[in-house]
C-alpha cells in the first residue's frame, strides 16, 4: 500500500494517523485491519496487494474480518 505515495497518503488521510503512528501501530489488529478495509475498498489494491503476499484477496479479507472479531 505505502509504495503509491498518492495512495500512503489518501489511507493516511482517511484514518488520520501519521507515519510514526502507522508505524507504532502495525501490531494493532485495528490498524492493520483498517489498511486491509482500505485496500479492500478498490478491488486493484487488494488484487495487488493479495499478489504481493503470494495470498489469495479472499486470504486477505478473512485476515481483515479476524482482525475485527
Not at 13 to 40: H, K, M, W
Not at 46 to 66: C, G, M, S, Y
Request: aromatic content about 6%; some cysteine; hydrophobic content about 45%.
Amino acid at each position: 500500500m505505502l509504495e503509491c505515495e498518492d495512495r500512503a497518503a489518501r489511507y493516511l488521510e482517511l484514518t488520520g494517523l501519521d507515519p510514526d503512528s502507522l508505524r507504532s501501530g502495525l501490531g494493532d489488529p485495528i490498524v492493520l485491519a483498517s489498511g486491509i478495509e482500505f485496500l479492500a475498498n478498490y478491488e486493484p489494491d487488494l488484487i495487488r496487494a493479495a499478489e504481493a503476499l503470494a495470498v489469495t484477496p479472499e486470504e486477505l479479507i478473512a485476515a481483515k474480518d479476524f482482525l475485527q472479531a
